[in-house]
């Protein structure tokens, strides 16, 4: 605003768009299975619509769903959704500097469309020092949740016409999907030992205590683990 | 239409969802450095919490799903993420539809 006003911010308008347009071929497949998924699962397209709009974060939408699945209680359902988006924490810490001259509902709206995408192109831009201005934020932002409520509503008609979810797998759909996320962290340091932690932990205490207790004393292994191997002096870069 | 019960978890959930977005600007930027067990701790969260959502159903179900989660492994070092999915539930559709 101010100074140079309309060209700055039509310029700040088109780099969002050049830079969401990439995340955006890799996000809609995400939208549709979601969409699919969920109204396969036995939840409407309401439900599955609300879903979209009100967390905006694909994988713990999922997860939702898996424990939700496994009539355990609501609270145990809200700390596996707090648990898998605790990634978030990081990122605000970080995208928080970067828009520290956002007005206060700025700021408000802005941590509300804070995902793994919005965060990563906030990093990249501010990096390479080019200022991550509201008009930006909020055209990137903007972009990439218009996006995923049309392609989970795309997802969710499509879903309807699914008569047999087991047939297409999609019983066994989330712990695939999971996986294939977790694999994206495969690089961070002891990777390999948090996730055999992890893994033995939720697997004696499902036999032994059954859900919900399996996700919180597995992820409780894996994470006290990191805590006891990290070293005093070495700083990890994730 | 829409179940009341489950708009509300929805809610909350989404609730939970925003303060983990807020909650490291409010909380963890008043901290000038964090002690490197904490730093590896939050690290790990995510990886953690996956593996409890993949590890029991991988290994309590049957054949057809083990064989799924080994091929998406090893499809992963070489694949995108949907690539990797695509493979695993292949295999498992494949799996499944031979008896297994």
Known sequence: ?????????????????????????????????????????????????????????????FVLMEVNGFGVPAWSVAMAVFAVNFRHVLYSAATGRRIAHFSFWQKALGFFLLTDLQFAAAEMRGGEGKSVSPMWFFTLGGALYILWLVTTLAGGIFGQFIKNPKDLGLDFLLPVYF??????????????????????????????????????????????LAALMAKPEARSDG | MADLDVIALLLLAAFVTYVTRIGGWLVLSRFERLHPRVEAAL??????????????????????????????????????????????????????????
């Open chain 2, 43 to 100: 690290e790990a969260v995510p990886a953690a919490v996956m593996t409890t959502l993949i590890a029991p159903p991988a290994l309590t179900n049957g054949p057809a799903e083990f064989l799924a989660i080994l091929v998406t492994i090893l499809a992963s070092y070489r694949l995108n993420v949907i690539g990797a999915i695509a493979a695993g539930m292949a295999v498992l559709i494949a799996a499944r539809a031979m008896g297994f």
């Open chain 1, 1 to 61: 605003m101010g100074r140079g006003g309309r060209v700055t911010q039509f310029q700040e308008m088109r780099d969002a768009l050049r830079d969401v347009a990439p995340m955006a071929v890799g996000a809609a497949p995400f939208g549709v299975v979601f969409g699919a998924a969920s109204v396969a699962n036995g939840y409407s397209l309401v439900e599955t619509l609300v879903s979209s709009a009100a967390m905006f974060a694909g994988a713990s939408q």
């Open chain 1, 179 to 224: 996986l294939a996320v977790l694999m994206g962290f495969r690089k961070r340091s002891g990777f390999v030992a948090v996730v055999l932690a992890s893994a033995a932990g939720s697997v004696l205490a499902f036999k032994l205590l059954g859900p919900p207790w399996h996700f919180a004393l597995g992820g409780l292994g894996g994470i006290a």
